[in-house]
């Protein structure tokens, strides 16, 4: 017999489709269907790329696409507390069987903690793709990294909340790129990669016009979400260390910044999360190479 199947709750703000929106949730779903070792439970949405009525609509119309229109979505924050309240019920239902994967803003996940300490302990562990730790942004504008930035409190709380957490940060997934030629390759294949193909020429276009002068975000983009999924099954596709992580919730300019001690000094705090500190952009690109191919 394999290995049993890791059974997720995938958490996003997912926007592949809007105008002038990030594409990578998109992917990432994708990615997370495709993965022989996982199995998709349920997903959730929450607002952050866009309104969160257009995620939950987007993210139905891409199951569609995927042969997966049977797969439960629930709309979340800010419309309600609908997908909090079903993230907490499942966890619940079955303790240590779960693992969420949060690629969004934090506030479903905060608000489904917030129930009781045994929702924490009920987690398998909650993955995420949020913050930056080992380098910096240099945007005024959005210190830290969005994720984070939309809602610092629920990172915070999702921190402080004693569950099993890894966190994969902008400074590693910023490594790994999709580009031009990545985008005819989907096209050569089925329904869901024309359609990718289509957006990620889009999102390049539209990063080349409000990011001329940010060399690495030129001609390609960064896929960050397929990262932090794809790493549920791989942990070896990355490097990881213990860390203790804490999130600014109140500064004027820093709010939103997380703040990784590394545990290096006498006396360190305890850490209450492992984070991504690099990643092999070569094994990666070419597992999401294969499974894109393998799509409908």
Not at 30 to 50: F, H, Q, S
Not at 56 to 61: A, G, H, P, Q, S
Not at 208 to 231: F, G, I, M, Y
Not at 232 to 260: C, F, K, N, S
Request: glycine content about 8%; hydrophobic content about 45%; charged content about 20%.
């Amino acid at each position: 017999m394999g290995q049993p199947l890791t059974r997720i709750i995938l958490d996003t703000d997912l926007a592949m489709g809007a105008p002038g929106s990030d594409i990578d949730d998109g992917l990432a779903l994708a990615l997370a269907l495709a993965d022989p070792g996982l199995r998709v439970e349920l997903v959730t949405t929450v607002g952050g790329n866009g309104d969160v009525a257009t995620s939950t609509r987007l993210t139905r119309e891409l199951l569609e696409v995927l042969g997966r229109a049977d797969l439960t979505v629930v709309e979340g924050a800010p419309a309600g507390d609908d997908a909090a309240d079903e993230i907490a019920r499942r966890l619940l239902a079955e303790p240590g069987e779960l693992t969420v994967v949060a690629i969004g803003p934090l506030t479903n996940v905060a608000r489904a903690l917030a129930s009781g300490p045994e929702v924490a302990a009920a987690a398998r562990e909650i993955v995420v793709m949020g913050g930056v730790y080992l380098e910096q942004t240099n945007v005024a504008a959005m210190p830290g990294e969005y994720n984070f930035w939309c809602d610092p409190d629920a990172a915070q709380a999702v921190l402080a909340s004693g569950a099993t957490i890894r966190l994969v940060g902008l400074d590693v997934t910023r490594k790994v790129r999709l580009t031009r030629g990545d985008a005819r390759a989907l096209a050569t294949g089925g329904e869901f990669g024309r359609l990718a193909a289509t957006h990620v020429e889009g999102w390049i276009d539209f990063q080349n016009r409000t990011k001329p002068r940010d060399l690495l975000e030129q001609d390609s983009c960064a896929l960050h979400d397929p990262l932090a999924v794809a790493v549920v099954t791989r942990p070896d596709l990355v490097t990881w260390r213990d860390a203790h992580v804490a999130v600014e919730t109140q500064g004027r300019v820093t709010r939103g910044v997380a703040i990784a001690d590394l545990l290096m000094w006498e006396n360190p705090p305890e850490p209450n999360c492992r984070i991504a500190t690099a990643v092999d952009v070569a094994a990666f690109t070419t597992l999401f190479a294969e499974r894109m191919a393998a799509l409908p």
